[in-house]
């Protein structure tokens, strides 16, 4: 950043730099209400830049400024920050101040972002408006650019910024939450400056000149062109070339509007991956460079990289708070453009529009979704779900996805707060679908192809799944989306044909068909014109209800049904378990499975949870059905196919494996099994059971005490005990009861070598007296004593006779098991 260049240095910025480091916050603030209040233009144009960089950080990241994603509503030094940076609040006044006075402020072009960049460095001027006639070009051979901005651009440029700046989160704060400064202060200037009601307020602020005045406004001729859509030359303007543009009067009633919704846009939507910049890169646009590249070569000043081919390299990873301002603009907008005039919409024609007044910020609600947004959204979009990874953090790009394709959310007659589910789509959308056609179908193809290598076992995946489906499966809309596909299939020649040589009006002495056949015309051109934009003109389209795509939906919901069988299948597994173990287990008869198993399971494999994830994935393939027509004699075909295959044996519950020389090894389907949740190995704990990890519910000191003394006694008195659990009697069983369970350890499937000779070792009879450092044990041991000192009390017995029969209900208590465990663990 370059602030303007200085001739003295400002006393005012150097106590206001020693003062940013002695004293608080909330102190700095006062001083600089003050100081707006009572300076001049003159000297507060001096601590402009240094203000804005101490407030939103700078532009590299190393000054991290106030911290405004990491402020939240719980510290005290919040309602200090949003009240300074409101929009009618002291910064605002100080910017309005500067504005009138005209001042510029520079920003180097290697901070834009990088397609605007490379577009500048390549030396063709950038389709948004808001870049013409700002830039700078060096005079003695300076390889920079500089972008001079207004105050009000300045100080917007800074603070859309602020949200994309690489920042390094101090340990244990996160940045996603929606209740933080920088959230809120987006939701206040768009609510400020884009009002769904009344217009936008008036600079509250003026000086001697007047009223703030708009610094480069649109040209009046075009009221909105040229941004967000491609322009019909090939050729584009090269930046020695700008246009100039005349003051509106009309344009000056919402310029801080534009400025504020292009500068949100550009800063945080148009960004491309490396793949995106060159597909955009059609053979029409590379001639243009060419051309321009050697017109210039006898120009005195070309600016730099214009002769050069420049790569394209920016680092696209956006955040879940990226996604999540983003979202809260796509749902702002909407409401924005919802709040039009019905009146307004009426007289949109042609020949109405003529004899109608139409306000700017009415004229600015009817165009602004589909020409400041759309296209870089989708651009947005759609590589977002190419590159997210496959998690539940995957939900606010959904989410910002769904909240762009369902205007219809965002009216007055929604805000009903129990809206009906079936409600169906009003028909005044269908422009609305049709000029949107990709943003349905596309996104929604790149989500199949997700949504099958998604864990959808996983409650929260489920969940998307499902938020997905019923939103396409409101009524009327997958038909809207079908008209939509088939205007763009309509052939060229019979457009041609159908194109009437003049349009009369009935009237006139026209037809009604005639009437129908331009009407049917301009919105198959409307859709082609969208598709075209955003995917070029070879573009290979693939119908969302077309045959390719619907096998597509039958492998996901073949995936779903598995995920179903899965889901319930481990619910049920874990409620036996909970019930076996909920009452035996604390008399040591309960089975032995989940002692073996490590503790941690994740909460989304939980009972409660896999139900949901049940009911979310039927929900899901009704709607499923519902949307493609699918025959539910079919469905419930597969369904049963899938869950009889599923209990025909535990080893088919494996994932695909070959067997190998050292054990099973996983297939490239097992992979996509064990990913996607469908199939798991049974992991249990097969190595020494003397080594498990100290669990929470044992004492780590005697743990290892007892593992010490039942070591020295299995080596002194090992052939001893292998002898005595040979024996085939009752005391060879009593034997195998108290020193090892060779039974148990047999039955357990070995699925490596390794495993297999760690067993062999541990079948050895030896003594293990672990059991007794759980803290269960010793609970149940200090009861019994407690219960033989009142008996002993009672009939005269002294310790050793307690002890004793301690010890010989012990005994007795093993025979019992003994001789009942087959009919115990049966039952």
């Known amino acids: 950043m370059a602030a303007p260049t200085l001739q003295q240095p400002s006393f005012l910025l150097v106590n206001l730099k020693a003062d940013s480091i002695t004293k608080p916050l909330l102190q700095r603030c006062q001083d600089l209400v003050k100081i707006i209040d009572e300076y001049p233009a003159k000297e507060l144009r001096v601590i402009f830049p240094w203000l804005v960089e ?65 577009c500048i460095q390549e030396g063709v001027l950038p389709e948004c408006p808001l870049f013409h006639n700002k830039l700078q070009f060096p005079l003695s051979g300076l390889l920079t650019l500089n972008l001079a901005l207004n105050p009000f651009e300045f100080f917007m440029f800074h603070f859309a910024s602020c949200l994309i700046t690489p920042t390094s989160y101090p340990q244990g704060h996160h940045g996603s939450s929606t209740d933080s400064a920088y959230f809120v202060l987006v939701d206040t200037y768009l609510k400020y400056f884009l009002p769904c009601e009344g217009s936008v307020p008036p600079s509250p602020f003026s000086d001697s000149r007047g009223s703030v005045t708009a610094p480069s406004p649109r040209s009046s001729g075009v009221s909105f062109a040229g941004y967000g859509v491609h322009s019909p030359s090939l050729l584009k303007h090269h930046i020695f070339h700008q246009p100039s543009v005349n003051a509106d009067p009309a344009a000056q009633e919402i310029w801080r509007s534009e400025t504020l ?85 009426t007289s949109s024609s042609p020949s109405a529009h003529s004899h109608t007044h139409t306000s700017p910020l009415e ?23 190419g590159h997210w990874p496959l998690d539940a953090s995957f939900r606010a790009v959904l989410e910002t996805w769904l909240s762009y394709i369902q205007p219809w959310r965002y009216t007055e007659e929604s805000t009903n707060p ?9 028909d005044k959308w269908e422009s609305f679908v049709q000029e949107n056609l990709l943003m349905y179908t596309k996104l929604f193809q790149v989500l199949l192809n997700r949504a099958v290598r998604t864990d959808l076992v996983n409650a929260r995946n489920a969940l998307m799944v499902f938020r997905v489906a019923k939103v396409f499966a409101q009524p ?8 939509g596909e088939q205007l763009f299939l309509e052939p060229e020649h019979v ?80 409620s036996e378990v909970s019930a076996n173990n909920s009452f035996l287990s604390w008399f040591g008869m309960g089975t032995s499975e989940l002692n073996n198993t490590f503790s941690g399971a994740e ?171 759980s803290y269960r044990t010793l609970l149940l041991l200090l009861l019994l004593l407690l219960l033989l000192y009142v008996l002993g009390a009672a009939l005269s017995l002294g310790p050793v006779s307690s002890t004793l029969l301690l010890l010989t209900g012990g005994l007795l208590y093993g025979l019992l098991v003994t001789l009942c465990g087959d009919k115990l663990k049966a039952h």
């Open 603 to 773: 909460p989304e494999e939980s009972g409660e949870c896999l139900k949901k994830t049940h009911e979310f994935l039927d929900r899901a393939l009704e709607n499923l059905c519902q949307i493609f027509k699918l025959n539910q004699g079919q469905l419930a075909q597969l369904i049963s196919n899938l869950s009889s295959s599923q209990d025909d044996g535990n080893n088919k519950q494996l994932p695909d494996c070959i067997q190998g020389e050292n054990g099973l090894i996983l297939t490239d389907l097992g992979r996509k099994q064990i990913i996607s949740g469908l199939r798991r190995f049974d992991i249990q704990y097969q190595g020494d059971p003397e080594l498990q990890p100290i669990r929470s519910y044992e004492n780590a000191l005697l743990v290892r005490m007892f593992y010490r003394i039942s070591s020295l006694l299995n080596e002194r008195f090992g052939g001893h005990m292998n002898a005595l659990c040979s024996r085939p009697d009752l005391l060879g069983r009593l034997g195998r009861h108290y020193l090892s369970d060779l039974d148990s350890s047999a039955k357990k499937p070995k699925l490596s070598p390794t495993s297999r000779r760690s067993s062999e070792r541990n079948r050895s009879a030896r003594l293990s007296l672990r059991p007794l450092a």
């Open 54 to 118: 101490t407030v939103f950080g700078s532009l590299d990241g190393i000054i991290s400024g106030w911290n405004l994603r990491l402020l939240h509503s719980r510290s005290n030094e919040y309602n200090v920050v949003v009240e300074f940076l409101n929009p009618s609040g002291p910064m605002m006044k100080l910017v309005y101040k500067l504005q009138a006075e005209e001042y510029k402020y520079e920003i180097p072009v290697n901070y834009l972002p990088g397609p605007v960049k490379v």
């Open 495 to 574: 457009l041609h044909h159908r194109q009437p040589r003049g349009y009369l009006t009935p009237s006139q002495g026209g037809s009604f068909l005639s009437s129908r056949q331009r009407v049917v015309t301009d919105m198959v051109f409307r859709v082609k014109g969208h598709v075209y934009a955003l995917e070029g003109q070879d573009c290979q389209y693939k119908q969302m209800f077309g045959s390719e795509l619907r096998g597509a939906v039958m492998k996901l919901i073949q995936i779903i049904a598995q995920a179903r069988q899965t889901a319930k299948r481990i619910s049920d597994h874990s």
């Open 476 to 483: 009327n809309l997958a038909e809207m989306i079908q008209k």
């Open 418 to 426: 129990q809206p009906d589910p079936n409600r169906t789509v009003p």
């Open 261 to 345: 919704l292009q500068m949100f846009v550009e800063i945080w939507l148009h960004h491309y991956s490396l793949e995106m910049y060159q597909k955009l890169q059609s053979p029409q646009v590379k001639l243009a460079l060419l051309q321009y590249r050697l017109s210039m070569s006898s120009q005195p000043f070309a600016p730099p990289g214009s002769g050069t081919l420049h790569t394209y390299q920016e680092p696209f990873s956006p955040t879940e708070e990226h996604v999540l301002v983003v979202r809260l603009l796509v749902k702002h907008l909407h409401a924005f453009s919802n709040s039009l005039k019905p009146e307004t919409l």
């Open 363 to 385: 004229e600015f609600k009817r165009v602004v979704v589909q020409r400041f947004v759309q296209q870089k959204l989708y651009l947005f979009l759609q590589h977002c779900f």
